[in-house]
């Protein structure tokens, strides 16, 4: 079954929208082009409510069915915000800000939903509230907890929500998803190991943080290896090891050592973040050194509730090619918080044999437009039938 047919005609304004905003750049919540762009378009559609400052940035737009019998909200969330890129992929509408890039498509995220809202506020043929959430921040500011805490779910009375991402690898055209995990919770470290420094030919003079931080290295490897189960998925990667010092006769007096823990289930996560401590500190000690950790727990593990996972493939599988069951990724995504606020499901939208995600060729491809608009107009009016 093909797109919808209104979709399919407003596919060429809509890809207006997309390499519109795609010029035009924003990072993290300094969104004032785009959620202007977005608010001056909810209203024109006619959209009952446009609130704009919601997580400071964020815009919400209500579009009330032909009738109300059941009082029910699904909420449809696309993030606006593009991340710190030099952009390389030599388009016409290329970004008109150096080093800002719309390197993820939330470019076409927020288009895709704008057209959506177009055509529900256009046909309004389902009962009770479609609520279209565009979200600041999702790249590293946790814009989507932002919307929460400023009371999103509450204050329109949402009872479940969706989301979508383009992926590069899957054909245009075609879905993926899976219930359960489908992103990992991301964690990040920042260890300092101190010792004492000196002349490089006096090693038994000095207590060597160079050779406690190796250890710390090697050891943080058998979290995975040893500690979590092996069935269970973990990722712990060291990133970035630096001394104070380039010289090569000195032995420093620190080490910092950053990374990050990606996991897939709340017992992993702390069983990770307690074994990376207690073998930091106990390997450091082992050396003479002392080690400070600052361990920081970010987005949270992004669920798909597993009812409404097979009704997102189903409406999927209703307005495009097909469905694949995809793995989980161990990215992270700030959508998470939307779904531990409410039940729902996040879905990948084909974007075909593109350039990867957050690459400076990456582009978002306009022929996924009518898929992804498709998708939310009709996970409208089949979760909220009209009466
Ligand atoms: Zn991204
Ligand atoms: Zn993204």
């Known amino acids: 079954m093909p797109v919808k047919n209104r979709l399919a005609e407003m596919h060429d304004q809509i890809t207006e929208w997309r390499r519109d905003l795609h010029a035009h750049p924003?990072?993290?919540?300094?969104?004032?082009?785009?959620?202007?762009?977005?608010?001056?378009?909810?209203?024109?559609?006619?959209?009952?409510?446009?609130?704009?400052?919601?997580?400071?940035?964020?815009?919400?737009?209500?579009?009330?069915?032909?009738?109300?019998?059941?009082?029910?909200?699904?909420?449809?969330?696309?993030?606006?915000?593009?991340?710190?890129?030099?952009?390389?992929?030599?388009?016409?509408?290329?970004?008109?800000?150096?080093?800002?890039?719309?390197?993820?498509?939330?470019?076409?995220?927020?288009?895709?939903?704008?057209?959506?809202?177009?055509?529900?506020?256009?046909?309004?043929?389902?009962?009770?509230?479609?609520?279209?959430?565009?979200?600041?921040?999702?790249?590293?500011?946790?814009?989507?907890?932002?919307?929460?805490?400023?009371?999103?779910?509450?204050?329109?009375?949402i009872d479940e929500v969706y989301g979508m991402h383009n992926m590069p690898g899957i054909p245009v055209g075609q879905f993926a998803i899976r219930p359960g995990p489908m992103m990992a919770a991301t964690d990040d470290f920042d260890i300092t190991i101190t010792g004492i420094g000196g002349h490089a030919a006096k090693p038994h003079k000095c207590i060597d943080p160079v050779l406690a931080a190796s250890h710390v290295v090697i050891a943080l490897q058998s979290i995975a290896a040893r500690s979590v189960d092996p069935l269970k998925q973990v990722v712990v990667s060291v990133c970035s090891f630096r001394t104070e010092s380039d010289a090569t006769n000195v032995i420093p007096q620190t080490v910092r050592l950053r990374g990050t823990v990606r996991t897939m289930e709340e017992d992993v996560r702390d069983l990770a973040e307690t074994r990376l401590k207690a073998l930091v500190e106990n390997t450091a000690a082992a050396y003479g050194a002392t080690a400070a950790i600052d361990y920081q727990r970010g987005y949270p593990v992004t669920e798909n509730d597993p009812d409404r996972a097979a009704f997102a493939a189903e409406v999927a599988r209703a307005v495009a090619g097909g469905v694949e069951d995809t793995a989980p990724l161990m990215g992270g995504e700030d959508f998470s918080y939307m779904l531990n606020a409410r039940p729902g499901a996040y879905i990948f939208l084909g974007n075909g044999d593109t350039a990867a995600v957050h690459h400076p060729a990456y582009n978002f491809d306009d022929a996924a437009i009518p898929y992804g608009c498709s998708w939310f107009a009709e996970l409208v009016e089949r979760r909220l039938p009209a009466a």
């Open 26 to 157: 924003e990072l993290m919540y300094d969104l004032p082009r785009t959620s202007a762009f977005v608010a001056e378009k909810l209203r024109a559609f006619g959209c009952d409510e446009v609130v704009e400052g919601i997580g400071r940035s964020g815009v919400v737009g209500v579009i009330r069915g032909r009738s109300d019998n059941t009082g029910r909200a699904v909420g449809l969330r696309a993030d606006m915000d593009a991340l710190p890129v030099e952009e390389a992929s030599g388009l016409p509408y290329t970004s008109k800000t150096p080093g800002r890039m719309h390197a993820c498509g939330h470019d076409g995220h927020t288009a895709m939903l704008l057209g959506a809202a177009q055509y529900l506020a256009e046909t309004r043929n389902f009962d009770g509230s479609a609520v279209v959430i565009f979200q600041p921040a999702e790249e590293g500011g946790a814009g989507g907890k932002a919307m929460v805490d400023d009371g999103l779910m509450d204050r329109f009375g």
